[in-house]
């Protein structure tokens, strides 16, 4: 009967030891389907070229991205109506200096492409 129960323990305890392993490697399910991608490219006003190192940033979001070498930015935020963009010159001494742009768009579909120009104070 002892030996009967310790099984039954000892059971117990791998089953839940298992359930914790699997959860700490896959984590729990999360709702993803209120996001939206936002995608895009920053250029120059007066040379057309991409733009390095904007910010990128949801307005109402503590949540920002840069700017890549080519200008490009991708991020997915959450799905409010309207969306707005901020985007707003941070390094003015690698790149130039630019004027800060609000772009308000409508999140009617699951992504959003985005290019923006801005032009140089």
Not at 83 to 108: H, M
Request: charged letters at 20%; a negative charge; one cysteine or more.
């Amino acid at each position: 009967m002892k030996r009967n129960l310790f099984r039954k323990v000892i059971g117990g305890l791998s089953l839940t030891s298992a359930m914790f392993v699997f959860q700490a490697c896959y984590g729990t399910p999360q709702d993803f389907g209120l996001d939206v991608f936002v995608e895009g490219q920053v250029k120059s006003n007066t040379s057309g070229l991409p733009i390095k190192g904007i910010k990128v940033s949801v307005v109402n979001n503590e949540q920002y991205e840069m700017t890549d070498e080519n200008g490009k930015f991708s991020f997915y935020t959450i799905q409010f109506d309207p969306i707005k963009i901020q985007f707003e010159d941070t390094d003015s001494s690698q790149n130039g200096l630019y004027f800060p742009k609000d772009t308000v768009v409508n999140a009617g579909s699951d992504s959003i492409h985005l290019d923006v120009v801005l032009e140089e104070q």
